[in-house]
């Protein structure tokens, strides 16, 4: 079956830092990929998505890029903010099939 | 601007008595899911409503019931809350039938809260 297995956390990073969070699937067919992400208190949030190989997905300085032969979407941002503070997500589905989440990497960025 | 809307944010509730959570969208989604939230762990899916069809999950308890009477709204009834039911309870919509993976947008959830 369609499983997501992400980089366990917490990673704690100093303000500027550069980030990535890994991301590995394993699908069946050809899955759409995405990140999520969850600020305290509140629900999850689209932060960006790859829908075919090669695609690169990108939003508030986040990048993510489809690879199909390594199985892999890991999430980049070349400097965070005490702002991006939060837990990120790596999801997966295939059309009409539901989303299968990884667990969740908690960040914290401090000043 | 076209989202989720979840209603309480915050619902707290007394061990065994009814409770129902209410989700609506204007996004016109064909599909509505729920899913419970532990303590920040990934979202566990309840079941979802395609249309009108209902999907339960395995492994999700008869205490948890779900209503949807239109396309709009979605509930999430809980028969006889235990302590193990506190959790954030977060709705999401999608569109089933367009390309690519059904992307999924998110309320911003109700924590429930049992004494």
């Known amino acids: 079956g369609n499983s997501v297995t992400q980089m366990e956390g917490p990673v704690t990073l100093s303000e500027e830092a550069f980030l990535t969070i890994n991301c590995t699937y394993t699908?069946?067919?050809?899955?759409?990929l995405f990140w999520y992400v969850q600020y305290p208190g509140e629900g999850l949030q689209l932060l960006l998505k790859a829908t075919k190989a090669d695609d690169k997905g990108s939003n508030k300085g986040f990048e993510a890029t489809y690879r199909k032969e390594t199985t892999s979407f890991h999430l980049e941002k070349g400097s965070v903010q005490v702002s991006d503070s939060a837990v990120y997500f790596c999801a997966l589905s295939e059309k009409n099939n539901d989303m299968r989440f990884g667990a969740g990497t908690r960040l914290t960025v401090k000043p | 601007d076209a989202m989720v809307i979840q209603n309480p944010r915050y619902q707290v509730t007394q061990f065994g008595k009814p409770v129902t959570l209410s989700c609506s969208q204007t996004l016109n989604h064909n599909v509505m899911y729920w899913y419970q939230q532990k303590s920040s762990q990934a979202p566990k899916l309840l079941f979802h409503?395609?249309?009108?069809?209902?999907?339960n999950e395995a492994d999700t308890p008869d205490n948890f019931q779900s209503r949807r009477p239109n396309t709009s709204f979605c509930f999430l009834d809980i028969r006889s809350p235990g302590l193990g039911d506190a959790a954030m309870y977060l709705c999401a919509t999608s569109y089933r039938g367009g390309a690519g993976g059904n992307t999924q947008y998110f309320g911003p959830g109700t924590r429930l809260t049992v004494l």
């Open positions: 699908a069946t067919g050809y899955p759409s």
């Open positions: 409503y395609y249309d009108k069809d209902f999907n």
